[in-house]
């Protein structure tokens, strides 16, 4: 017969089990402890860039063959597509076609790598790009990085922001329209058969894709007219439209220097300003609703004021000339400015042709204003705008530039370039919005 182990060695085998389980769970907190990050490098970061611009590739081709498809920019393509869509629908398959197009692509893919249909995709077989040399050049590439991100933190922000709000009834309006929509689905959810229901499902989503948003890539008015959930969602408030963000820069108006003659300080400033704008601005949800102000003085200058002006009388400043030459140019005198920016008018596209302005949005134009000189100043009726497109231009005179194409008074298309907009992204996104509400 086997002999029991002596008294103790069971102690040892237990002892020997927890030390190697102790040692494997501190081997794998090694394994998963973060490295340190690594430090800011201009060549590590423009490899890391072109790292990403080419993982993001495929991803590019595919929302682009995708888009082609809903454009009907091949509409033999399109035509085949939607054809598969109706006998899927028909013959109630859809979850079969869901399960057999990733396996389409993947068979896709596989023929792509080995080059039976066309060029093999290839990441690898890309060269870098040389690495960025002078001051100038390093300087130039930082801020095009640092501007990319800005706008790109900026946007998401705004999308953030905008659901935040939503969800958490800072409007209650807004909310309420949610809830009603919610409650529509519940009822269909709850009185339908799911087969139905599933019917009425895809039929919309094929309708929407096919045919709607090929009318609204087709005709942008269209879409700015009647795309209720893109509206909707645009005239979502941010929280600086709702209470104003601390610290943000704020536009001045043309008659801010007289007001600083007044003897105020900035704090009753800002508050008269506060107090002025919720008196005339009813909706802070709409773009640009805290920033407005008028071209018309709100409030006759008190007694002190008018003594003080006649004693010593102010100088016509830039800011008065431009007022005066936004009069000229056909804008009402109790039309809104909602904002506007510093910008270099590129239209003629001549390096020599450059003129240094002002971009001023109103509430039914958009007018280029060049400081004194009324020779090169022009005004853009907002319901004459055709596209607002962002440049893809890569020149140093074309950063941050914005095109704009606007039926002209003999019909014709009237193409307008700026460049130097230091926020070209949130510039676009106020002109479209403003843009919408005119119409």
Known sequence: PAAHPPPGEDASFFE?????????????????????????????LQRNV????????????????????QRWDDPVVSAATVFVYCWL?????????????????????????????????SQAAQPEK?????????????????????????????YLEKVHNLVTWQIPHNSWRVVYVLLAVLVAVVLLPARWLALLVEIGVGFKFFVIEA?????????????????????????????????????????????????????EQSSDTAAGRTNADPHPSSPGGNLRRRLA?????????????AASPRRTTKADLEHQLLLELDVAPDEEIIEYWNCLDNTQGSLLHVKKGKLYLTAQHLCFVRGSDASGCYAIKLKDLVKVEKSKSTSMLQKGSLDIVANGPTGSKDRYSYAALLNRDETCTMICQVAKLST
């Open 297 to 309: 003085p709100k409030k006759s200058p008190s007694s002190s004021s008018m003594a003080k002006t």
């Open 16 to 44: 020997d089990l927890m030390w190697e389980l102790r040692s494997s769970a501190a081997g794998r907190e090694q394994k998963h402890e973060k490295a340190a990050p690594a430090p800011l490098h201009l060549r590590l």
């Open 89 to 121: 629908v028909y013959s109630r398959q859809m979850l079969l076609g869901l399960a057999c197009a990733p396996l389409a692509f993947l068979a896709y893919t596989y023929y792509r790598a080995h080059g039976y249909l066309g060029k093999p995709l």
């Open 50 to 69: 072109q790292r990403f611009s080419r993982a993001l590739q495929p991803y590019h081709h595919m929302v682009d063959a995708v888009s082609k498809v």
């Open 215 to 267: 009318l609204y890539a087709r005709y942008p008015r269209l879409k700015a007219k009647h795309d209720h959930v893109a509206i909707f969602f645009g005239k979502l408030p941010r929280n600086v439209d709702i209470a104003g963000e601390p610290g943000r820069i704020k536009p001045r108006a043309p008659g801010a220097t007289a007001a600083a003659a007044d003897g105020k300080d900035e704090t």
């Open 130 to 158: 040389e690495a960025v040399s002078g001051i100038k050049d390093k300087i130039a590439y930082l801020s095009s990085i640092a501007q990319k991100v800005q706008n790109t933190l900026g946007w998401m922000s705004d």
